[in-house]
T-cell receptor
Framework: NAGVTQTPKFRILKIGQSMTLQCTQD?????MYWYRQDPGMGLKLIYYSVGAGITDKGEVPNGYNVSRSTTEDFPLRLELAAPSQTSVYFC????????????FGEGSRLTVL | RKEVEQDPGPFNVPEGATVAFNCTYS??????FFWYRQDCRKEPKLLMSVYSSGNEDGRFTAQLNRASQYISLLIRDSKLSDSATYLC????????????FGAGTQVVVTP
């Protein structure tokens, strides 16, 4: 059982470039999330989705976009990358909205130079 | 003020000793509480939920103090493999269930 899979694991971008972080889960979870984690900081919610076709902004959505065309996939798009987007990005999923158990992917380390 | 605050540590603990640390939260609408464990350069994983009456899971004990708005985690008989960062997570009723993560407390167990 793969759980939550993220790609790529590492990426270096130049300022102004765009890219998509891929996330897929095979647990049939309706709820999916994108977080970023900066050193010494807690995980910050970027976007979340409660099901296919439904997405909403989290705490720090600026500079990002998401889509949820299927239950399995929840890609995160970075437009016009900036150094402030250098971070570790985690995708996660959960069975329902009130559970405290999130299943995380292994993370994607992004550096913007 | 951060919604969820933790002492970043590190807590240096001899193998076999006991270590305890707290997490404070500011939102009185907080309803559910959890501890996650995050190994270096890995993803967070749920360690345990925190129940109102307190709960144990093997060598780990979690407590909730609603009056003072903090939760605690105690690790007994520390193992080298307990070295990790422990994240406090809070869920509030006024934010539909969005999890608020603390920045984590680092624990280093030494031989």
């Amino acid at each position: 059982n793969a759980g939550v899979t993220q790609t790529p694991k590492f990426r270096i971008l130049k300022i102004g470039q765009s890219m998509t972080l891929q996330c897929t889960q095979d647990m049939n979870h309706n709820y999916m999330y994108w977080y970023r984690q900066d050193p010494g900081m807690g995980l910050k919610l970027i976007y979340y989705s409660v099901g296919a076709g439904i997405t909403d902004k989290g705490e720090v959505p600026n500079g990002y976009n998401v889509s949820r065309s299927t239950t399995e996939d929840f890609p995160l798009r970075l437009e016009l990358a900036a150094p402030s987007q250098t971070s570790v990005y985690f995708c996660a999923s959960s069975r329902d909205r009130n559970t405290g158990e999130l299943f995380f992917g292994e993370g994607s380390r992004l550096t913007v130079l | 003020r951060k919604e969820v605050e933790q002492d970043p540590g590190p807590f240096n603990v001899p193998e076999g000793a006991t270590v305890a640390f707290n997490c404070t939260y500011s939102n009185s609408a907080s309803q559910s509480f959890f501890w996650y464990r995050q190994d270096c350069r890995k993803e967070p994983k749920l360690l345990m939920s925190v129940y109102s009456s307190g709960n144990e899971d093997g060598r780990f004990t979690a407590q909730l103090n609603r009056a003072s708005q903090y939760i605690s985690l105690l690790i007994r008989d520390s193992k080298l493999s307990d070295s990790a960062t422990y994240l406090c997570v809070v869920v509030s009723t006024d934010s539909w269930g969005k999890l608020q993560f603390g920045a984590g407390t680092q624990v280093v167990v030494t031989p």
